[in-house]
């Protein structure tokens, strides 16, 4: 079946510690995108990548850092520069560009130790 | 990204009732999603509307693009337990509103 998947579901980070969330779509989608959520909030563009070697910033993207070296995978890096990184994170993807409908992963919850 | 509205921020819904929320925008959208996310998932697409004034069903749910283009309704029929949960308007598909939040009364 085709979807999208995120690793892990729970992600603890320490102090100065750079993370690195996965995201793995086969669903053959150009463009892929990260979103924060924070509790009672809406959903925050981190960052978006509409082909392959390239990406564009988000809202939010101070902070993160992502790739996109394959089609099928988006991984988002939370920077020990991202001093507020307690979210739920959520990864999506789409067949065309920006204002298509997304299909999101499950979301990880990244935490601070 | 824009600015959306969500009205109400949460509410309290009982098995059998309709419910309404709405979302506004102070930009014109060519594009209005509905989705639903459950607790500790991604949001799931519920209905796209792509032209102005139009009225889309999905099986309890009704969503309409309003006339000037800068809001839209979603409305679920006869709620039952499993509609509760968090909506959120999206235009363009990058920008969303803060979401409703159902919840079933006691």
């Known amino acids: 079946d085709g979807g999208i998947t995120q690793s892990p579901k729970y992600l603890f980070r320490k102090e100065g510690q750079n993370v690195t969330l996965s995201c793995e779509q086969n669903?053959?989608?150009?463009?892929m995108y990260w979103y924060r959520q924070d509790p009672g909030q809406g959903l925050r563009l981190i960052y978006y990548s509409q082909i392959v070697n390239d990406f564009q910033k988000g809202d939010i993207a101070e902070g993160y850092s992502v790739s996109r070296e394959k089609k099928e995978s988006f991984p988002l890096t939370v920077t020990s520069a991202q001093k507020n990184p307690t979210a739920f994170y959520l990864c999506?993807?789409?067949?065309?560009?920006?204002?298509?409908?997304?299909?999101f992963g499950s979301g990880t919850q990244l935490s601070v130790l | 990204g824009q600015q959306l509205n969500q009205s109400p921020q949460s509410m309290f819904i009982q098995e059998g009732e309709d419910v309404s929320m709405n979302c506004t925008s102070s930009s014109i959208f060519n594009t209005w999603l509905w989705y639903k996310q459950d607790p500790g998932e991604g949001p799931v697409l519920l209905i796209a509307?792509?032209?102005?004034?139009e009225l889309t069903s999905n099986g309890r749910l009704t969503a309409q693009f309003g006339i000037t283009r800068k809001d839209s309704f979603l409305n679920i029929s006869a709620s039952i337990p499993s509609d509760v949960g968090i909506y959120f308007c999206a235009g363009r598909g990058l920008s969303f509103g803060a979401g409703t939040t159902v919840t079933v009364r006691a």
């Open positions: 669903l053959n989608h150009d463009a």
């Open positions: 999506a993807s789409s067949i065309g560009g920006r204002w298509e409908k997304l299909f």
């Open positions: 509307l792509y032209k102005a004034g």
